[in-house]
């Protein structure tokens, strides 16, 4: 056995996501003077190529005359096969870490193998100017690539760009049958798909407690022993919240006011002080002082957009409540703080705790 089961359906969404390309390919018809008669829509499905001529020509003979033949035009598409892709490769032992987005803990996997994925379109048409109409609205998209974004590992986030290169164009008409025969002319594009395959991935054996969430450093004034060096300052630094999480509700717009107004009434103001940040709608704002229940604000902070605040809208506190809440690839801040020592202890990182010298 290689390993336990995974399966990250990587191949499937590639697969997927080709075929949803193309699915909104639209023909028109037009009269002489340029008015639009009818518009359809190109369906397309998974299959060969050969499978859907076979319905195309032999109408309802194909099953004892209970058959349906297709009605043209129609785009089909399939795996043709996939091979390693060497000027991709990267070492087979180096590693990535990454975080769990269902469990918030950091795991860990190989980097992935760089696989190239051969596909094939087909577009079959009874008239030259549908297969044409067709052909131009794909062709300009690749030069000779396109590139799609799939997110190929959900568990931990991992979205890759995708080249979708077209390599080559192939086209089929037969006159040699008769008049009885339906006609299908097809046009064969042939693209490659550079995506890369994941293996197993585990949880890390460093870690394994989840992200980082707080930097301790220890500064010393004697640098001739760094280990027994007593130290004099400590910095301190963790993640902050810039936006609220937890939705509590703490008070309640008591009138509405536009986007240049810096100052207004709340319902409430005493669980707010000087220098808290609040968010009303998605607005983020700086309390800059506190009147009664009037509270004056700097507005539009951390980048939020300043929008007009309706009457008796929720004020949400931006707290230390909602700092354990930031999750991987939300924006914050850091919340830093700065000791002074002169007791002459050391930080044992084996004890994880201050010890004596």
């Known amino acids: 056995m290689l390993t336990n089961h995974f399966y990250h359906e990587i191949i499937r969404k590639t697969i997927v996501s080709f075929g949803t390309l193309f699915n909104n390919i639209e023909i028109k018809h037009t009269d002489k003077s340029g008015n639009t008669l009818s518009v359809t829509k190109v369906p397309i499905s998974y299959g060969p190529q050969q499978k859907f001529l076979a319905r195309v020509t032999q109408g309802r003979d194909y099953q004892d005359g209970v058959g349906t033949s297709l009605s043209l035009p129609r785009m089909a598409f399939e795996v043709m096969g996939m091979n390693y892709d060497s000027t991709r490769k990267v070492s087979t032992m180096q590693t990535f870490k990454a975080v769990n987005k269902n469990t918030n803990k950091m795991i860990k996997g190989y980097m992935p193998v760089p696989y190239n994925i051969n596909m094939q379109l087909s577009i079959l048409s009874k008239l030259n100017e549908d297969a044409i109409q067709i052909l131009e609205q794909i062709l300009p998209y690749f030069q000779p690539a396109f590139n799609l974004t799939i997110d190929l590992v959900d568990i931990i986030g991992e979205k890759r760009d995708m080249p979708i290169t077209l390599e080559g164009i192939q086209m089929e008409d037969n006159y040699e049958d008769d008049f009885l025969e339906r006609r299908a002319l097809v046009y064969t594009l042939n693209f490659t ?124 506190g931006i707290t230390v409540t909602d700092d354990p809440y930031v999750e991987v690839g939300d924006d914050f801040g850091f919340g830093e703080t700065k000791i002074d020592y002169g007791d002459g202890s050391v930080y044992s990182v084996a004890q994880g705790r201050d010890s004596d010298l």
Request: glycine letters at 6%.
């Open 193 to 316: 798909c550079k995506t890369f395959l994941f293996g197993p991935i585990n949880n890390s054996s460093e870690g394994t407690s989840g992200l980082i969430k707080k930097v301790q450093a220890d500064y010393a004034t004697d640098t001739a022993n760094t280990k027994t060096a007593p130290r004099q300052i400590r910095y301190l630094a963790t993640p902050v919240a810039i936006k609220d999480y937890d939705a509590d509700d703490t008070a309640r717009t008591n009138e509405t006011f536009d986007i240049k107004k810096t100052e207004f009434d709340v319902n409430n103001a005493t669980p707010f002080k000087k220098g808290d940040y609040i968010q009303i709608d998605d607005e983020k704002m700086l309390i800059r002082l506190i009147t009664g229940n009037r509270l004056k604000v700097r507005r539009g902070e951390f980048g939020s957009v300043v929008a007009p605040h309706d009457i008796d809208v929720k004020i949400n």
